[in-house]
């Protein structure tokens, strides 16, 4: 599986565009790039999903470069409610079977005032 | 409403006491997860269920014992837990087919266990 590494926390402030980068130097072939969303006290929530370029949801957009030696999840405008900690998740989706992602530390973002 | 309900959502046992964790998906998912989140650790897999088979265990000690009757239901029996077991055990379910898609895990939000 896939290792990646995204920095611990980030800080940024109501109505700020916010870029979370994640590092995944030996992802493979069939690998997807996943990213999750976590508040306290609540499981994780799927965010967004992409294999290449860019994926946008209502939600968010996922940058993934040509290498997919990593991927920026690009959260824009955010607010309050945004705190939350965000992890960054590579695996097949095609393998069949079960998921087998791998959650790691993940990156704790703080929005302020 | 998140698809994946879990029972109770707060449980305090003691050392010697028998408790069950509930999770029940309403999304006609084929898989089912046990994970477990420690205080400022990764969610750590327990265990995952694809059409009520198990078909991972983590290393977790027996004192955990999972139970998934039907593809909508997994059960964690608890018993003689230590307190370093007090975390948020989380359940998930995916779909699981070996020739589509696998669908992204949807989480309940966890059962937060205190063993004293």
Redesign the interface.
């Known amino acids: 599986l896939a290792k990646t590494t995204q920095p611990i926390s980030m800080d940024s402030y109501e109505g700020q565009e916010v870029n979370i980068t994640c590092s995944h130097n030996n992802i493979a072939t069939n690998d997807y790039i996943?990213w999750?969303q976590q508040f306290p006290?609540?499981?994780?929530?799927?965010i967004i999903?992409g294999y290449k370029t860019k994926v946008t949801n209502e939600v968010a957009s996922l940058f993934i470069p040509a290498d997919r030696k990593s991927s920026t999840l690009s959260l824009p405008r955010v607010s309050l409610s945004d705190t939350a900690v965000y992890y960054c998740l590579v695996g097949d989706?095609?393998?069949?079977?079960?998921?087998k992602?791998?959650?790691?530390?993940?990156t704790r973002l703080a929005v302020h005032p | 409403e998140t698809g994946v309900t879990q029972t109770p959502r707060h449980l305090v046992m003691g050392m010697t006491n028998k408790k069950s964790l509930k999770c029940e998906q309403h999304l006609g998912h084929n898989a089912m997860y046990w994970y477990k989140q420690s205080a400022k650790k990764p969610l750590e897999l327990m265990f995952v269920y694809s059409l009520e088979e198990r078909v991972e265990n983590n290393s977790v000690p027996s004192r955990f014992s999972p139970e998934c009757p039907n593809s909508s239901h997994l059960f964690l029996h608890l018993h003689t837990l230590q307190p370093e077991d007090s975390a948020l055990y989380l359940c998930a379910s995916s779909q699981d087919t070996a020739s589509s898609y696998n669908s992204p895990l949807h989480f309940g939000n966890g059962t937060r266990l205190t063993v004293t």
């Open positions: 996943t999750y006290s609540q499981g994780p929530r799927f999903q989706p095609f393998s069949g079977g079960y998921n992602l791998i959650f790691g530390a993940g």
